[in-house]
């Protein structure tokens, strides 16, 4: 029989989380620190595993790859947006993953970090589907690059706006294509939140295609330098 704790209680304090959005500082935290925080408590308090936990949840993880799908659903009816920026996208694109690569490594190393917690942060900028399949496959821990994963995501969130407001950045092309490249699903359902439904599109385009790149130039360039 299957075990409907961890679905049960991802919904319920997630649904729940939303709601703080009216309570003042913890409406600026998306939901999903909200909800994860709890989430570790509760597992805490009642002493139950993250295995058993993981293993219940399971099939909202399987969710993620189609809801990442339809959240860039408006794409359909701005493909001519698309083409008229085709040349930022593309240069965007590659611009973004070797950024997102080289700067993770560098600093890693700099900081004298081991080669397998390295290659789990590498993907970072990717959705997590993806990202955690990136590092599986290079070696990596994936529950490492689940949470820095979501962690990157949440940044891009709460601070990916403000900055580019603060450096003057207007344009809803180049601010979906910065967020999305950068804070995958999560700081896409932020533009989705402000009803900027261009950054949507520009967000959802890139956090597939980046996490693609990604896909073919993470194994390449840790192969390249070590």
Known sequence: MI?????????????????????????????????GTLIIFILKFFNISFETYNESASYITLMLIPATVALGYPIYKHYK???????????????????AISTTYITAKLCHTDLGVIIS????????????????????????????????????????????????????????????????VIGTSRCAEKGREYQVVMASVALVIVGIVTAIAAPIFVNLVN
């Open 81 to 99: 947006l698309l083409l008229h920026n085709k040349r930022i996208i593309y240069s965007g694109f590659f611009v973004a993953s070797f950024v």
């Open 121 to 184: 942060m590498l993907p970072k900028s990717v959705t997590a589907p993806i990202a955690v399949e990136i590092s599986k496959n290079m070696g990596g821990v994936p529950e490492l690059t689940a949470c820095i994963v979501v962690l990157t995501g949440v940044f891009g969130a709460i601070l990916g706006h403000k900055i580019l407001s603060l450096i003057h950045v207007k344009s809803d092309v180049a601010i979906g294509l910065s967020i999305g490249a950068t804070s995958h």
């Open 3 to 35: 075990n409907p704790l961890g679905f049960i209680l991802t919904v319920g304090l997630y649904e729940s989380a939303k709601w703080c959005k009216k309570v003042p500082l913890l409406g600026k935290l998306p939901p999903i620190v909200i909800a």
